[in-house]
């Protein structure tokens, strides 16, 4: 097991909990990925310098200490620059990995589907590009372990016009996945079932609550990051509506951005889904600031504004409602649950019925022949009932998400009903 040394950062204009709080989720991530966590340190900073972002006399403090220790990695809590990445490593004498590279080592171990390894892949190598020539000077010197796993390991070998092709390879085949999922999303929406999305921060207990609601098998451990591929699974509610329930990658504080942008093909159910059901710990002590983390996951994603319904989660942890209550009170939109007991589930059933009453709404619209991007995404986005040609314009009645309503405000003429059962 690799002896781990971190390395976080207390910005003169933050706090010293929210350096804490990062340093002890970035152990937890240490341990996920297999790593044994021996020793941490901080410095307060103004702005980072642009060697080696921390002090030089700090990072020698912390190379003396590291050599004492016989670490084999450190990693910074930050965001480092190829440059900074390559001078710590001549003060250090040993590995350096930042926070995103960790994060991407427990993706790569984490992914099952040729999907997942894909969106991997992609983002270890657009990371991993502009580091190449530090990988180039000493990779005959690396024994694999944290930071070093995956299938893009062996790109790190070659010449970058040959990281280039790969990358662009793998996009394609990405577009592939998406057009294989935009199909499906198209049956799903012809049968007018309902996507509700379940979203959160990392190890809130989003697969323990798809597995309790919908009796599925999806993986769900204790631990950060242990669903990567998503799950969706049919869940008939007391009201007999049927309803699709996927469960997504967790979101975490500091998310690359890359990672996001590898993860959007799967991340798309997020941006399409009628309903978010966004799970909280409510028995962590940074719910609240997880709770943003998230929210600004979701603006990045375009995600943000959807109707979405707070599952506050682990109430089993409790003697004691009133944390409980105050996030009850806090978010009008939201329900109490124990997803491993079984606490709460039908008052969630419940309001998972009356939110997704109004999933469809019945329009008549008119719209010119030549607008012929607006009547295929008619038929993308709704179930066209019936298409009339005949005319100056052709007349559709179509069954649309709420949402999607404003994109076609202009064509609307009539209101048919205002919800389909």
């Not at 943003?292 to 109430?315: D, R, S, W, Y």
Request: glycine share 8%.
């Amino acid at each position: 097991m690799e002896r781990v040394f971190l390395v976080g950062v207390e910005w003169k204009s933050g706090s010293a909990w929210e350096t804490r709080d990062s340093l002890e989720e970035l152990e937890e991530l240490v341990a996920t990925a297999g790593g044994d966590v021996v020793g941490n340190g901080v410095q307060k900073l103004e702005s980072p310098t642009a060697a080696t972002f921390i002090g030089t006399g700090k990072a020698a403090e912390f190379a003396t200490r590291c050599k004492t220790e016989s670490i084999d990695t450190v990693i910074f809590d930050v965001e480092l620059s190829p440059a900074q990445a390559r001078n710590l490593e001549e003060v250090f004498g040993c590995k350096i990995l930042d926070r995103t590279s960790l994060i991407l080592d427990i993706f790569a171990q984490r992914a099952r589907t040729r999907e997942g390894k894909l969106q991997i892949e992609l983002a270890q190598l657009q990371h991993l590009l502009p580091r190449l020539t530090r990988f180039w000077g000493h990779l005959s010197r690396q024994k694999g372990g944290i930071g070093m796993r995956g299938d893009g390991e062996t790109q790190l070998e070659t010449d970058r016009r040959r990281v280039q092709d790969r990358i662009a390879r793998i996009q394609l085949e990405l577009d592939e996945v998406r057009q294989h999922r935009s199909t499906q999303r198209e049956g799903r929406q012809r049968r007018l079932w309902p996507l509700a999305s379940i979203v959160g921060y990392t190890n809130a207990g989003k697969s323990t609550l798809l597995n309790t609601l919908t009796g599925a098998s999806a993986l769900a451990e204790d631990k950060l990051f242990a669903t990567l591929d998503p799950t969706t699974r049919r869940l008939r509610l007391p009201s007999n509506q049927n309803v699709l329930l996927t469960d997504t990658v967790g979101f975490i504080r500091k998310l690359p951005h890359g990672l996001v942008e590898a993860f959007k093909a799967t991340l798309e159910e997020v941006v399409v889904a009628d309903l978010l059901l966004h799970v909280v710990d409510v028995s962590h002590p940074g719910a609240e600031e997880q709770i943003v983390a998230v929210n600004q996951v979701l603006g990045e994603i375009g995600a943000e504004g959807h109707p979405t319904l707070m599952v506050f989660n682990k109430v089993d942890r409790f003697d004691s409602r009133d944390r409980v209550n105050l996030f009850l009170e806090r978010f009008p939109r939201s329900v109490a649950v124990s997803a491993r007991s079984g606490e709460g589930i039908p008052q969630l059933l419940g309001e998972l019925g009356a939110a997704l009453k109004p999933i469809r709404q019945y329009v008549r619209l008119e719209v010119p022949h030549e607008r012929a991007a607006v009547i295929a995404r008619l038929h993308e986005l709704g179930e066209v009932v019936e298409c009339d040609y005949d005319g100056p314009c052709v007349g559709m009645k179509v069954r649309i998400q709420p949402h999607h309503r404003a994109d076609f405000a202009d064509y609307i003429r009539e209101d048919l009903s205002t919800r389909v059962d």
